[in-house]
C-alpha cells in the first residue's frame, strides 16, 4: 500500500498536456531528417508535420512551436515574414488537418538571416528598432496564416508591445503572446542551431540574451514584458534556471512556461545511449522538477517521450 499513499500525498503531477513539443519545418516533400545531435528530433517538409502534428495530438500534447528554416536566407530575413513561407504554409496546411491542435509560433529571424543573427547587423551591431519593425511584420503574418499564440524569442527591447500593437491594429486582439521573457546566453542552445541551422557567422547573442549569473536582472525582463502586453511569461533554459523559475512565478504569478531546450535534451539521450543514465527516469525527473520549481508548461523534445511514458505507467 506504501505507492498508494505516495501517490495520494503527490505535490506534483506531470500530464501530457503540460507539454508543447517543438517542430522544424523545412522546405520540400516527403523530407525528415533527423538532427544528428538531437536523436528522435527531425526537420520535416509541411506533409510530415501534419503527420507528426495529428500523432503529437493523439498523445494528449497540446500544443507545438514551430520554427522555420526557409529556402534561401538573406540580410533582412524576407522568409520570416513570406506569406508562402516555410511556417505559414505548415500553419494552414495543420490547422486544416489537425484543428484542435494548438499552434505557436517562435518570432524571430536568426534562422532566415544570411549572418544568422536575430536582428539586422550593421557594422558589427544589431540595430534594435529595425529589427523590432521585421519582428512585427513576422508576427503578422503568423497570424494570418493561422497561428493560436506568438512567441517572440530574440529579446530586443520593446519588441512584445510593437508585436501587441500591431496584432490589436490588425484585427487579433484576442491572439496571446508568449514572450522569451528571461532568455540567457546559453550554451545549452548548441544542438538547436544545428536544427535551425540559425548559428552566427561572427559574434554571438550576448548583446541581447541575459548573463548566466544574473536573477534580479531577469525580474526586470520579466516586469517589462507583462507591463508591454506578455500573456505568458518563459524562462529559457530550464534546468541551470531553476531559481529563476522559481522566483519569476512567485513575484509575478503569471502563466510561466520553461524552455527544456536542446542541451539539456541531448545530454540525457547521449549519457542513456552510453547506459550511464537511465534516460526515461531522468526524463521524469528533470521534467517533475521544472514543473515543481514552478512552470505552467514546458516547452521540450521530451514531450512525446514523456506522454508515452505517462501513458503506461497510468
Ligand atoms: C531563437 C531561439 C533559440 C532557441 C529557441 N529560439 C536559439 C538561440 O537563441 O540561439 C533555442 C532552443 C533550444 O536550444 O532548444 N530563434
Not at 169 to 184: Q, R, V
Not at 223 to 230: K, T, V
Request: net charge negative.
Amino acid at each position: 500500500m506504501t505507492e498508494t499513499f505516495r501517490s495520494m500525498v503527490r505535490e506534483t503531477r506531470l500530464g501530457s498536456d503540460d507539454f508543447i513539443f517543438p517542430l522544424f519545418v523545412v522546405p520540400g516533400t516527403n523530407v525528415k531528417k533527423e538532427i544528428s545531435s538531437m536523436p528522435g528530433v527531425y526537420q520535416m517538409s509541411v506533409d510530415n508535420i501534419v503527420r507528426e502534428c495529428a500523432e503529437v495530438r493523439s498523445l494528449g500534447i497540446p500544443a507545438v512551436l514551430l520554427f522555420g528554416i526557409p529556402p534561401a536566407k538573406d540580410e533582412v530575413g524576407s522568409g520570416a515574414y513570406d506569406k508562402h513561407g516555410v511556417v505559414q504554409s505548415a500553419l494552414r496546411a495543420v490547422k486544416k488537418e489537425v484543428p484542435d491542435l494548438a499552434l505557436v509560433t517562435d518570432v524571430c529571424l536568426c534562422e532566415y538571416t544570411s549572418n544568422g543573427h536575430c536582428g539586422i547587423v550593421r557594422g558589427n551591431e544589431i540595430v534594435n528598432d529595425e529589427s523590432v519593425e521585421l519582428l512585427v511584420r513576422e508576427a503578422t503574418s503568423h497570424a494570418e496564416a493561422g497561428a493560436d499564440m506568438v512567441a517572440p524569442s530574440d529579446m530586443f527591447d520593446g519588441r512584445v508591445g510593437a508585436i501587441r500593437r500591431a496584432l490589436d491594429a490588425g484585427g487579433f486582439p484576442n491572439l496571446p503572446i508568449m514572450s522569451y521573457a528571461a532568455k540567457y546566453a546559453s550554451g545549452f542552445y548548441g544542438p538547436f542551431r544545428e536544427a535551425a541551422e540559425s548559428t552566427p557567422k561572427f559574434g554571438d547573442r550576448r548583446s541581447h540574451q541575459m548573463d548566466p549569473a544574473n536573477t534580479d536582472e531577469a525580474l526586470r525582463e520579466v516586469a517589462q514584458d507583462i507591463a508591454e502586453g506578455a500573456d505568458i511569461v518563459m524562462v529559457k533554459p530550464a534546468l541551470p534556471y531553476l531559481d529563476v523559475l522559481f522566483r519569476v512565478k512567485e513575484t509575478f504569478g503569471m502563466p510561466t512556461a520553461a524552455y527544456n531546450v536542446s542541451g539539456e535534451y541531448s545530454m540525457v539521450k547521449a549519457a542513456a545511449s552510453m547506459g550511464w543514465v537511465d534516460g526515461e527516469r531522468v526524463m521524469m525527473e528533470m521534467l517533475t522538477g521544472i514543473k515543481r520549481a514552478g512552470a505552467d508548461m514546458i516547452l521540450t523534445y521530451f514531450a512525446k517521450d514523456a506522454a508515452r511514458y505517462l501513458e503506461k505507467h497510468r
